[in-house]
């Protein structure tokens, strides 16, 4: 029988050297397939946020078409009957005047989407598709800016002012929020816009300190 060989202590540093490159070999096999597949999972990546990206800007373009199609389709089924509304109501406005601008200090300070005047009083009228409570409100900051500051190119020295708030459908009840607040209310109801509020209301009114 051959007998075996035994073991130096240089064979084993052998061993373990050979058993070590081995080990890099897979390591840097391993590393390199592992950088590969984390390479193709980031381009893969990009090129799904890229169509996302593609996709919200074309959803974003298509919602402002259609939220500027409602605005004006809620403006063209009001702004037709709006002064023959308010004459009935006994406020003989006769002018319409469309998006009325506010400046301070040189920058806008508020926008009329409608001013209804007649001879001592005028109305800002806010048009929406759909209000808010928090819609209500912004409208009621406007008014008191109005009354501070006048509009470009309107008389308004000496007026009384109203509010009013138009639109189609009102969320969370802001129509009686805003009929509370004092502003007059144009809803629909069935085929038509009309004023909701009734004969003994009583508008809240402001001042212009102009």
Do not use: C
């Not at 035994?6 to 064979?11: A, E, G, H, I, N």
């Not at 974003?60 to 709006?82: A, S, V, Y």
């Not at 470009?152 to 009840?173: P, Q, R, S, Y």
């Amino acid at each position: 029988m051959k007998k075996k060989k035994k073991l130096t202590k240089q064979d084993i540093l052998e061993m373990f050297a050979a058993s070590d490159v081995r080990f890099a070999k897979q390591m840097f096999e391993s590393n390199a397939k592992f950088e590969q597949q984390m390479s193709e999972f980031e381009e893969t990546l990009k090129k799904n946020q890229e169509a996302a990206e593609k996709r919200d800007k074309e959803f974003d373009k298509k919602l402002g078409n259609l939220t500027g199609f409602l605005g004006k389709f809620t403006e063209e089924m009001i702004r037709p009957n709006i002064i023959p509304m308010f004459q009935a109501k006994g406020i003989n406005v006769e002018t319409l005047l469309r998006s009325v601008v506010g400046k301070k200090e040189g920058k806008d300070y508020y926008e009329i989407d409608w001013l209804l005047i007649d001879t001592n009083i005028a109305i800002v009228v806010e048009v929406k598709t759909k209000f808010t409570r928090d819609d209500v409100d912004e409208h009621l900051e406007r008014l008191n800016r109005i009354s501070e500051i006048a509009p470009k190119h309107v008389l308004l020295n000496e007026k009384t002012l109203l509010g009013a708030a138009a639109g189609i459908t009102f969320e969370d009840g802001a129509d009686r929020y805003a009929y509370k607040k004092g502003l007059y209310v144009l809803k629909q109801t069935g085929n038509f816009v009309s004023i909701i509020n009734e004969e003994s209301f009583t508008p809240k009114e402001w001042k212009t300190n102009y």
